[in-house]
């Protein structure tokens, strides 16, 4: 608590990004290492994973969603800091994979944040919103009219 998050793309052309953070107790600025998954293989070259932050049960969770939506092959990555922010070089001593999500059928399902602890909400096609429990593993459609009277 008191630990502002956000992540910022690298100025050297790589695209990779970093997490910093800024200690609002004692303001100081860190920055953070994010797990080794910035590149996976496709048939089409080297892509590259879209990393969210975002909060689940009070922990810092990255979710690292594949970037080409077209064609989705890799599962959706959630990874979860440990306690307090290392600025080691190592990302494994600061994250811990949490779960994978496989594709899920129909159309591209992008994550957004999560939900209570067990769901995560995701947004479907151009504005559908759904909601994928992680301990069922199922997907529930939010209707439009769920959000307005």
Not at 29 to 53: C, H, M, N
Not at 66 to 86: F, L, N, S, Y
Request: aromatic share 14%; net charge negative.
């Amino acid at each position: 608590k008191g630990v502002y998050y956000w992540l910022v793309k690298e100025e050297d052309n790589s695209l990779e990004e970093t997490t910093h953070s800024f200690d609002m107790h004692d303001e100081t600025f860190r920055s953070i290492v994010l797990p080794d998954k910035y590149y996976y293989e496709t048939a089409e070259g080297l892509e590259t994973w879209q990393a969210e932050l975002t909060e689940w049960n009070e922990s810092v969770a990255l979710i690292y969603d594949p970037v080409a939506k077209w064609a989705r092959t890799k599962p959706i990555e959630v990874w979860v800091m440990h306690g307090q922010p290392c600025e080691s070089h190592k990302s494994t001593q600061c994250w811990t994979k949490l779960l994978s999500i496989d594709p899920l059928g129909g159309l591209y399902k992008i994550p957004i944040t999560f939900w209570k602890s067990d769901e995560l909400l995701m947004r479907e096609g151009e504005s559908e919103l759904v909601l994928y429990n992680l301990l069922t593993k199922k997907v529930k459609s939010l209707h439009k009219k769920q959000f307005y009277p």
